[in-house]
């Protein structure tokens, strides 16, 4: 397979390598209210390896993966500097680039691992699970208020707002810190906004990242 390597918007690499993707789950109430899910008191995390990176703006080919693979549009905070039991000032300053990505989950899968009470890797950590976009520089974004979306065949299907977010970005990264260590080319992806479903062969799909990276890509 491929090696994903992390690129800035302008298409040129970010020299950092991608070790792992930490993922947050249930960090918006609408989303988790969808699936059916309590929201937790405490951020529910997991991790996607790194072989599960691809390009999102590459198509995405799912032929022959098990049941359905559902979309979840994601912020993906790009982290610069080690960060291990840091403070919020630390966390800031580690942020190097946002961009979106999709978490793809095998929904059917992770329904029937979870109520099996097993860890969902198998739905969430296969080849091709975790397109990521190219990164923006963080100095373009002056405040912690973005905005993000999802549009599927032209039809707005998810729209995402950090100030929905249970657990905000920096006091997330201080919280993983304080568990295991992130390292420059980590990726953390922030929670889906509520809207979630499935994808489907030949739809087209434009993610949005304010005004600063409009991604296409379609299924194949
Ligand atoms: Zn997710």
């Known amino acids: 397979m491929e090696l994903y390597q992390h690129h800035w918007k302008d298409g040129t690499p970010v ?22 899910n309590p929201v937790p008191s405490e951020p529910l995390l997991f991790i996607k390896p790194a072989s599960s990176a691809v390009h999102l703006t590459r198509p995405l080919d799912f032929q022959g993966r098990k049941g359905q693979v559902h979309f979840e549009t994601e912020l ?15 966390a ?5 680039g946002y961009g979106l990505a999709l978490d793809l989950t ?5 329904s029937q691992l979870k109520d099996k009470g097993h860890p969902w ?7 091709g699970a975790c397109p990521l976009s190219p990164f923006v520089a963080a100095e373009h974004f002056p405040n912690d ?12 299907q998810q729209s995402g ?8 970005i920096v ?15 980590d990726v953390v992806l922030t929670g889906t906004p509520k809207g979630v479903g499935p994808l489907l062969s030949e739809q087209t799909l434009k993610l949005q990242l304010e005004d600063k990276l409009s991604v296409f890509t379609k299924v194949v």
Do not use: W
């Open 121 to 127: 890797e198998r739905a969430k950590a296969f080849d």
């Open 145 to 156: 208020h973005i905005t993000f979306s999802l549009d599927i065949n032209e039809q707005r």
């Open 76 to 90: 993906a905070v790009l982290i610069g500097k080690p960060l291990t039991n840091v403070s919020a000032s630390e």
């Open 15 to 36: 020299h950092l390598p991608l070790g792992k993707v930490v993922c947050i789950g249930r960090n918006y109430a609408e989303h988790a209210k969808e699936l059916n």
């Open 161 to 168: 707002d950090t100030r929905d977010m249970l657990f905000p």
């Open 171 to 185: 006091p997330l990264l201080v919280h993983i810190s304080r568990h295991f260590t992130l390292l420059p080319g």
């Open 106 to 110: 095998l929904r059917d899968l992770q």
């Open 92 to 96: 800031q300053a580690a942020i190097l």
